[in-house]
């Protein structure tokens, strides 16, 4: 059986080998793109796209213009991972605010109807590094998840296909197992 691909946008996160070694253990391929170089399309190439966090602020539609319209444009699976999650959020008109600056394991709360954390209890500890938070859902997105400082920890749009996560889920069993519930979408 042939594996499937993931396209996984670098958004100059600090992690991208461990993000792109998750999904080669979940049993994708991966291939990496700058997130200024992306595709017009998928072409039937990828089963999945997913977005790294960033460095960069991510308001700047401008900049991530291509992106946005690639995710947009696309029917394939969407996965945001912290910054990559903000920008679609923006994109979609949603707003962020600052707060504490969180580095380390965090418990969030996250909703167990949700296909996505099918392997995963209630309560999920996931590993944080930012303090730029997402105030609330955008329109045609709704909360998933959330935790004491942050009211939208997961995000996934109405329509099932896009989804986001305030966490970054390369680090931590809990991660592991959330993006386990993403790749079982799509292979």
Do not use: W
Not at 26 to 32: A, Q, R, V, Y
Not at 57 to 78: C, E, N, S, W
Not at 126 to 147: C, D, M, N, W
């Amino acid at each position: 059986m042939a594996r499937s691909r993931v396209l996984v946008v670098n958004n100059r996160t600090l992690s991208l080998k461990q993000l792109r070694g998750r999904f080669e253990e979940l049993g994708s391929d991966t291939e990496t793109v700058e997130s200024t170089e992306v595709p017009s399309g998928v072409n039937g190439r990828y089963q999945a796209i997913v977005l790294s966090g960033t460095k960069v602020r991510a308001y700047d539609t401008d900049y991530y213009r291509p992106l946005i319209d690639l995710v947009m444009g696309t029917d394939v699976p969407v996965f945001g991972i912290c910054g990559g999650m903000q920008i679609l959020a923006v994109a979609a008109g949603g707003q962020l605010a600052d707060g504490p600056q969180r580095i380390g394991g965090y418990q969030v709360q996250v909703d167990n109807q949700e296909s996505l954390f099918t392997h995963v209890k209630p309560t999920v500890t996931v590993f944080h590094r930012h303090t730029l938070y997402l105030k609330q859902a955008p329109e045609g997105f709704r909360a998933i998840g959330h935790s004491e400082h942050a009211p939208v920890e997961f995000l996934r749009s109405e329509d099932g296909r896009i989804f986001g996560s305030q966490a970054h889920l390369e680090f931590r069993s809990d991660g592991l197992e959330i993006l386990r519930g993403f790749a079982e979408l799509y292979q």
